[in-house]
C-alpha cells in the first residue's frame, strides 16, 4: 500500500456530525473504492469511482457520499454519523481487476 | 445464498503443514479469481491472482480454479508462523471492476 494513504487512520467522532476520510493515490489508477469491514460481513463495497466526477453506489451506500475532483483523491463523507457506521473504512484503487489497498481508518462514532 | 461462500474457520495447523483454503461460489460468469491476505489491522494485500481455470504457483503458495465446479482453492506449502492471517478470496465477472468478496478464513499456524 505504497502508493495509496488514507487520514485520518483513527477518529472518534459523535454521532450526528459530519465525517470526511480521505485516500489519496500516487499511481495515477482509473477506479478508485471505498469499502468498511465488520466482523461478519466482510468487506462491503460503499461506493466507487471509475474517473474523475464519476462515481456510483455500491452495496451500502445510504449515509455516505463521495466526491472526486482529482484522479488521486477520492474523499468518502459520512452526512450525519451514526454509530452503526463505527467501522474499519479502506479505500482501494485498481487499472485492471485486481485491487489494492490502503491502510484502513479506524471510525468510532459514539 | 451468497454468491462467494467462504468457511470463517478458524484454522489452526502446525508449522511446517500443508494449509488448503477454499471458496465456492455461484456466479459462472465470473472469470477472474484472486486471493488476498490480511493481517490483523492491516489492509487486503494481494497474494495471488488466477484467470480461468487451471494453477497458479508463487513460491510456497499454488491457486486452483475449477470452474466446471465453482471451486476454488488456495494452498499454501510449508506454512510458517508468519503466514497467520485471515485470507480471503474474490471474483470478478469482468464487466464492471467490481470484485464479490468472501467472509474470509482466519489461519493461525502454530510454532
Known amino acids: 500500500d505504497a502508493g495509496i494513504t488514507q487520514s485520518p487512520r483513527h477518529k472518534v467522532t459523535e454521532t450526528g456530525t459530519p465525517v470526511t476520510l480521505r485516500c489519496h493515490q500516487t499511481e495515477n489508477h482509473r477506479y478508485m473504492y471505498w469499502y468498511r469491514q465488520d466482523p461478519g460481513h466482510g468487506l462491503r463495497l460503499i461506493h466507487y469511482?471509475?474517473?474523475?466526477?464519476?462515481?456510483d453506489k455500491g452495496e451500502v451506500s445510504d449515509g455516505y457520499s463521495v466526491s472526486r475532483s482529482k484522479t488521486e483523491d477520492f474523499l468518502l463523507t459520512l452526512e450525519s454519523a451514526t454509530s452503526s457506521q463505527t467501522s474499519v473504512y479502506f479505500c482501494a484503487i485498481s487499472e485492471r481487476d485486481e485491487q489494492y489497498f490502503g491502510p484502513g481508518t479506524r471510525l468510532t462514532v459514539t | 445464498q451468497k454468491e462467494v461462500e467462504q468457511d470463517p474457520g478458524p484454522l489452526s495447523v502446525p508449522e511446517g503443514a500443508i494449509v488448503s483454503l477454499n471458496c465456492t461460489y455461484s456466479n459462472s460468469a465470473f472469470q477472474y479469481f484472486m486471493w488476498y491476505r490480511q493481517y490483523s489491522r492491516k489492509g487486503p494485500e494481494l497474494l495471488m491472482y488466477t484467470y480461468s481455470s487451471g494453477n497458479k504457483e508463487d513460491g510456497r503458495f499454488t491457486a486452483q480454479v475449477d470452474k466446471s465446479s465453482k471451486y476454488i482453492s488456495l494452498f499454501i506449502r510449508d506454512s510458517q508462523p508468519s503466514d497467520s492471517a485471515t485470507y480471503l478470496c474474490?471474483?470478478?465477472?469482468?464487466?464492471?471492476?467490481?470484485?464479490?468478496w468472501g467472509l474470509g478464513t482466519s489461519l493461525a499456524v502454530n510454532p
Open positions: 474474490a471474483m470478478e465477472a469482468g464487466n464492471n471492476r467490481k470484485l464479490i
Open positions: 469511482s471509475y474517473g474523475v466526477k464519476d462515481t
